[in-house]
């Protein structure tokens, strides 16, 4: 419970990595480093702490040993990011002092994950300087104290109105992009309400949020979903005939799954169906 809830708070903190392209030379220094993970993954050099964590992630496939030599090679091809082999080995020890951490959870309140922000903050206080802190950390402790705030906030007897009004002046200060991600998430709170009304009220709410052109997309998106939930109902239907026929054998079940997911679906939904499969099988398997 704690390693889950402890890396989905890291995960929110960290946010999405921009995407980057790099020259031909990079390119084949990092094709030979990939893993067969990572053979569909373009090197994050979005940051130096994009860089260590996509080397990292190779742990499991590679032993540790060849991860720090292959990263001391890539600094020769990448432009600097302010991180060299000395660093990177830091950040292991780090990353191994976050895995022994051990977080309070009984409340998971606004006092809890202030207690573990103050943790954290003096994790990174123990390995690193504040020159490195703000280097590899100053976004993530920026939008964990953010997230403490709005918790603060949400638990205070404060009205919805003054609630709203406080949080809009902490964002004021911050930079656009958290403003702007603010704001997404608003609006797909609001639109994803939309869904339990009426067609036709649904279109008018979700016209004044994004205007008509957005409110006819969003319709055409409604009856696409329906239409895949209509057909693959009736799909896992006929595959549960076809697992229940006594006399085909597993080999002739499965071709001839493979066969049915192929005449109903396009072959970009293909894994889409199969993952909704395994989860129908697990469920029944449980019941």
Do not use: C
Not at 35 to 60: C, F, H, N, P, V
Not at 146 to 175: C, F, G, N, V, Y
Not at 206 to 218: I, K, N, S, T, Y
């Amino acid at each position: 419970m704690k390693k889950t809830v402890l890396s989905i708070i890291i995960v929110i903190a960290l946010g999405s990595f921009i995407a980057v392209f790099y020259p031909t030379a990079e390119q084949a220094a990092v094709q030979d480093i990939r893993t067969a993970a990572q053979k569909d993954t373009e090197l994050d050099i979005a940051s130096g702490r994009a860089l260590m964590e996509y080397s990292l992630s190779a742990l499991g496939e590679k032993p540790l040993h060849q991860i720090q030599s292959e990263f001391t090679a890539l600094g020769e091809v990448i432009q600097p990011l302010q991180i060299d082999e000395r660093l990177f080995a830091t950040y292991l020890q780090y990353k191994q002092a976050l895995v022994e951490l051990e977080p309070n959870w009984s409340a998971l309140d606004s006092v809890a994950f202030t207690e573990l922000h103050q943790s954290l903050l003096a994790l990174q206080q123990r390995f690193f300087t504040d020159e490195q802190i703000a280097l590899l950390f100053a976004e993530e402790n920026q939008l964990r104290a953010l997230a403490i705030e709005k918790m603060r906030l949400q638990s205070s007897t404060l009205s919805q109105q003054e609630q709203q009004a406080m949080w809009q002046a902490q964002l004021a200060d911050l930079p656009e992009y958290i403003q702007q991600s603010d704001a997404n998430r608003r609006l797909i709170g609001e639109l994803s309400q939309t869904e339990q009304e009426d067609r036709q009220t649904a279109y008018l709410k979700r016209a004044e949020l994004v205007g008509d052109a957005g409110a006819q997309r969003l319709s055409q998106l409604d009856a696409q979903r329906q239409q895949f939930a209509d057909e693959l109902q009736s799909y896992m239907l006929a595959r549960s005939d076809i697992l229940q026929a006594d006399f085909l054998s597993t080999e002739q079940k499965q071709q001839q799954i493979e066969a049915l997911r192929a005449s109903r679906f396009a072959q970009k939904q293909w894994r889409r169906v199969e993952a909704l499969e395994r989860i129908q099988d697990a469920s029944q398997s449980v019941n």
